[in-house]
Nanobody
Framework: VQLQASGGGLVQAGGSLRLSCTVS????????MGWFRQAPEKEREFVAA????????YYADSVKGRFTISRDNAKNTVSLQMNSLKFEDTAVYYC??????????????????WGQGTQVTVSS
């Protein structure tokens, strides 16, 4: 399974970006998909996740109401729409795939496959 993230860039505070992650392999629809991020000199942290059907989504409190995760199983793609961006959203964003049990979907170690990361920089 290979994950390819894209869509990062430089944006002013208050702006929007849309990240996408394309997953190779025929079992994409069976994976829980997540987004994590890592800011300079900080540990990687959970951002959002979505179950295989899209029926359940999870968000970090810091992004709730601003970010929206979605997936298109026909295109093997998961997206993260980021609105009202803040300076503190600056980080490298990683998409991840796995089959974390209920209750562990915000845990980094629960995901088996990771993309290479895409840089998001928000200027204040």
């Amino acid at each position: 399974v290979q994950l390819q993230a894209s869509g990062g860039g430089l944006v002013q505070a208050g702006g929007s970006l849309r990240l996408s992650c394309t997953v190779s392999g025929r079992t994409f629809s069976s994976y829980v998909m997540g987004w994590f991020r890592q800011a300079p000199e900080k540990e990687r942290e959970f951002v959002a996740a979505i179950t295989w059907s899209g029926g359940s989504t999870y968000y970090a409190d810091s992004v709730k109401g601003r970010f929206t995760i979605s997936r298109d199983n026909a295109k093997n793609t998961v997206s993260l729409q980021m609105n009202s961006l803040k300076f503190e959203d600056t980080a490298v964003y990683y998409c991840a795939a796995g089959r974390p049990p209920y209750g562990t979907r915000t845990y980094e170690r629960a995901y088996a496959y990771w993309g290479q990361g895409t840089q998001v920089t928000v200027s204040s």
